[in-house]
């Protein structure tokens, strides 16, 4: 017994390494891993076609313990929007089997899953799709591989879903076809080279959400997505586009429908706290049903809603609008459109072996509120029958408002017909012995170029993109409670950019059933005059408006920076524009130029009354004893001092420029010439009293004619030079005053304007030192002590004039050089005449050579 115990151990593994290299005559099996996904609905047919939508909204959560193989998923709440996706799907492939033209002979089937709206369910239907579910038995030597079961796929909805399957699908290049996966991502060619769809990419859609914000002038909004890739996605792009547009979001919150109430409150406390009154929704119906359920929960309303093309036209979502939430909300839609012959085919449903068919019988119980099989545990009213009718009938199955979505599936399905059709050669038949690979077929698809039995046009761009277009829906609810879906505008991505956002002029409702456009900003707009100031730690449309500085102006609404006005302009009190300038210069029409202007024809008058008093006098003793000859010559220089003052009033013109100052520098040295030798006739006359002295003959009236004309010569020639080597010009002063314009004569060049100045002191200090040396001389009448006061005069007057004429402003510095030429003028007409003409007509006994040589 130990023996044939021993040799059994020792026996069994030898024989086991045996029949390990013995050649087994049993095939072996391809087996599947995990459980077999049955398709909800299906139908067999020449070439496969495989369908994947969600007929549940949800499923129930169970946690995994991971001691045990996870339950299958348990789907709840029915959805009829996609049991009439599925409808539309098996109508376009009936249509297509009943025709003659279009893959004539060949018959298509699908197969038709349902992912409860699941990613993983959506990952493990697209395998079962491009696996099948059967055990394949192979020998050992063949491959365990076997051509793909269904040639293209139509589905899914979701972006994130679609995503998934796109990423399973790529490697294998079977074509996908989405009816309303509209994430942008999802136009990667380089990694989703499979993927198609036959609605427009949420690119073209967030901008386009933006531009009609900003056609609203809503600036401040806030934004609710759904947490998956279309959400996610398509508010990424909308951020960007608003942030170009110079929108901004005040929050930006997201969520999906299996998250806790907590979050949702979250969100709805976000709402309410809230600013701005406009809210951009880029949600799934699902999410958007969620969330309306919520917010009527709290009574949330009176803000404007923007939807985007996922549930803006979804009369299921406005028939959950009891509470007015969304009313007046506007958004954008995929355009209208029609299917003739698919709204009888959808009503004309009836239960597909409703023994075999869980799932229309459970559509079918949903849609009668009936059973089939009563159950004893409860009371039903109604039991089906299977041959009911759905005319009258009023729920969201019956209800055709996603007739572009249904379209949208039509399209897809005869997308692959024309593929096929030019594949397989198709005339009056096909060619069944071409052999189909699947990358053939994604390649003719994205090529295809036809149009529907109603006149759409069907294509594909470089990204399995269609065209981009749509319409702008306004919710305008009527008395009874429906929702009007009221086309107000369109968008077309393939215009100018421009010309993409066209609104029609029509009535709209806003939230509330309001008339007004509501208003949404931060801040109000900033008008004419003023200029935005950014406010710190707050977005860009948070501002502050600060009143333009002087000189800058703002002529636009919301002006970001004013804009400074040239130099002969400046800013008006309200700052919104720059008026010219007011010119400002000495004239005769103002009380100043009046009043200067009297004073010299005055002086002019008075010189000239003196000239005619001095002749009719002239050969008395006092006129003879002062040198008539050079009086004369004194007044008449007086009266051209008088009168050159005014070259000074009046607008600078290139001519006056030039006249006034060479005027003024000529007439006050012959004046002061003059002068000078009325002096020097004085001491001359005294210092020839004295024996010896022959000086009187030296300084004879030739010589002092000469005198007069050479002192004189000489400041004609400074005056000469300086003329032609920069002479002065008319200019505009822009520095004294902001707001005004100096018009001034430029002195030209510095050095000739201060050479006349200086030549003229010179002369009068050298008449004031002569005329103070011969004060005391003895004669009744003394010249010297005249000549002394008047030049007394003459040096404080131009003394104080330097500085009073540097400080003054504008036009009171001529005013002051005006001043010193009258005041000058006079002293020297007052000092040195006035008390010889008293003399002369008020005590004429005084005019005699005695008593002007003191013997009276």
């Not at 399209?411 to 052999?435: D, F, Q, R």
Request: charged fraction near 15%.
């Amino acid at each position: 017994m130990s023996t044939q115990r021993w040799s059994e151990q020792v026996c069994a593994p030898s024989l086991l390494l045996l029949l390990m290299f013995i050649p087994q005559p049993v095939e072996s099996l391809c087996r599947q891993r995990g459980d077999a996904e049955i398709p909800q609905l299906s139908k067999e047919g020449d070439i496969m076609l495989g369908g994947i939508f969600y007929f549940h909204l949800s499923w129930k959560n169970k946690q995994n313990t991971y001691r045990q193989k996870p339950m299958p998923l348990e789907c709840i709440s029915l959805s009829f929007r996609d049991f009439q996706f599925a409808q539309a799907m098996r109508f376009a492939i009936e249509e297509i089997n009943n025709r003659t033209d279009l893959l004539p002979d060949i018959f298509l089937g699908y197969h038709i899953y349902d992912t409860c709206g699941s990613v993983i369910r959506s990952i493990k239907v697209a395998l079962a799709l491009n696996n099948g579910n059967d055990n394949v038995s192979l020998t050992s030597k063949e491959p365990c591989t076997r051509p793909v079961k269904v040639q293209a796929i139509l589905g899914e909805n979701s972006s994130s879903s679609s995503t998934a399957i796109a990423t399973i699908l790529g490697p294998f290049h079977i074509p996908q076809i989405s009816h309303f996966a509209t994430c942008a991502c999802l136009s990667d060619k380089s990694k989703y080279p499979s993927f198609l769809r036959t609605v427009p990419s949420d690119y073209y859609q967030s901008r386009a959400l933006a531009q009609l914000i900003k056609h609203f002038g809503w600036t401040w909004v806030g934004a609710v997505r759904t947490n998956d890739d279309y959400g996610n996605n398509g508010m990424a792009i909308f951020t960007e586009s608003a942030q170009q547009l110079g929108i901004c979001l005040e929050y930006s919150v997201s969520f999906f429908r299996t998250d806790s109430t907590q979050k949702l409150q979250k969100i709805v406390d976000i709402i309410k706290t809230s600013t701005s009154k406009v809210i951009v929704a880029f949600l799934s119906p699902p999410d958007m049903e969620v969330l309306i359920n919520e917010l009527s929960n709290y009574n949330v309303t009176g803000y404007q809603w923007v939807g985007s093309e996922s549930w803006i036209f979804d009369s299921q979502i406005a028939a959950m609008n009891k509470n007015h939430i969304l009313d007046g909300a506007i958004g954008l839609s995929i355009p209208k459109a029609h299917v003739s012959g698919l709204k009888e085919f959808m009503l004309d449903v009836k239960p597909l072996n409703s023994s075999n068919n869980d799932l229309f019988t459970k559509f079918w119980e949903a849609l009668f509120s009936c059973t089939f099989t009563q159950s004893k545990s409860e009371e039903i009213q109604t039991e089906c029958t299977g041959y009911e009718y759905l005319t009258g009938v009023q729920n969201s199955f019956t209800d055709m408002s996603l007739m572009p979505i249904f379209n949208n599936i039509y399209k897809g399905v005869y997308a692959v017909a024309h593929a096929l059709h030019t594949i397989l050669e198709c005339n009056k038949t096909c060619n069944s012995s071409v052999h189909l690979e699947p990358i053939t077929i994604l390649q003719h698809i994205s090529k295809i170029h036809f149009k529907t039995k109603d006149g759409e046009e069907v294509y594909f761009n470089e990204n399995g993109d269609p065209a981009a277009k749509y319409e702008i829906i306004n919710w305008q609810p009527r008395k009874n409670g429906i929702v009007d879906f009221m086309s107000v505008g369109l968008y077309d991505a393939s215009l100018p950019e421009d010309k993409q956002l066209n609104i029609q002029n029509k009535s709209f409702i806003w939230a509330q059933s309001s008339k007004q456009v509501p208003v949404s900003v931060c801040s109000e707009k900033c008008p004419p005059g003023t200029h935005k100031v950014l406010q710190k730690g707050k977005p860009v449309c948070c501002y502050d408006c600060i009143r333009c500085p002087e000189g800058e102006i703002s002529n636009n609404t919301d002006s970001v920076t004013c804009v400074r006005c040239s130099t002969e302009s400046w800013s008006n009190e309200r700052r919104d524009a720059c008026i010219t300038k007011e010119a400002e210069f000495l004239s005769y029409e103002e009380i100043m130029g009046k009043l200067l202007t009297t004073a010299s024809l005055l002086g002019t008058c008075t010189t000239a009354a003196v000239a005619v008093i001095f002749f009719r006098y002239r050969k008395t003793p006092l006129v003879r004893a002062n040198n008539s000859e050079l009086s004369f010559l004194l007044l008449f220089s007086l009266t051209l001092c008088f009168l050159c003052s005014l070259t000074f009033i009046g607008r600078p013109s290139e001519w006056s420029c030039m006249l006034r100052h060479t005027a003024f520098g000529i007439t006050f040295v012959l004046c002061i010439s003059c002068v000078l030798g009325k002096t020097m006739v004085v001491l001359m006359a005294f210092k020839a009293t004295l024996p010896g002295n022959n000086m009187m003959k030296l300084f004879g009236p030739t010589q002092q004619r000469l005198s007069v004309l050479g002192l004189t010569f000489i400041q004609v020639i400074i005056c000469v030079i300086w003329l032609t080597v920069s002479p002065p010009f008319p200019s505009k002063n822009l520095k004294v005053f902001k707001d005004k314009i100096i018009l001034e004569c430029a002195l030209g060049s510095a050095v000739g304007f201060w050479s006349v100045l200086g030549y003229i002191g010179l002369l009068a200090l050298l008449c004031f030192i002569f005329a103070f040396l011969a004060r005391k001389l003895p004669d009744n009448f003394n010249e010297a002590k005249f000549i002394t006061f008047s030049m007394l005069i003459f040096c404080a007057v131009w003394i104080t004039f330097i500085p009073a004429y540097v400080s003054s402003p504008g036009k009171f510095s001529v005013a002051v050089e005006i001043f010193a030429i009258l005041a000058s003028s006079f002293g020297l007409l007052i000092c040195i005449f006035i008390p010889k003409c008293y003399i002369m007509l008020m005590k004429p006994e005084k005019n005699t050579k005695k008593h002007m040589m003191g013997k009276g």
